[in-house]
């Protein structure tokens, strides 16, 4: 009887620890579904957002491995010239000149209509440009093409762009 009692404890004890274990992991190292940033909805406004994620967590490098959750089959980045920064990352509409720390820049922008288009096989595609800058790598620019895949945006080609 108490074999069985102590090891009932052995049982919830290991149990409890491997749980915590897999949430720290997934905290700490950006696991889960949520870990590569937007992978939302079709609406505009998530197509900036996953062009925002696929910027900080692919184009910056901080996790390239998020290619492939928040890009397309197709997509491949040989040849596209990543933006290797060793400052934080920070959106243009948050930065500020006063910050004690020195910071990377990004800006995302769409067309004044949307950028909205059919494209092959009448499959909603939408063209963002995006840019960048840190003062140890300088500028570089962007165009994002994302297609609706599965009832969400993907990043479908990226292209550097003279800036």
Known sequence: MQRRLVLAYVVVLVS???LAGAAAWGVFHGGGNGGCGAVGTSTQDAARAVTESFVRDVLVRVKPA?????????LTLVGV??????YPLVAYRFA???SPQTQAVYVV?????GG???GAGNVPVTILSVGLAAPD???????VTLKLVGGRWRVDLVHRVAV
């Open 16 to 18: 409890g620890a491997g």
């Open 81 to 86: 010239p990543l933006f290797r920064t060793r």
């Open 137 to 143: 790598v300088g500028q570089a620019g962007y165009r």
């Open 96 to 98: 500020r000149a006063d």
């Open 109 to 113: 922008a769409q067309p004044p209509d």
């Open 116 to 118: 909205l288009q059919l």
């Open 66 to 74: 998020c290619s492939a959750e928040l890009g397309t089959a197709r």
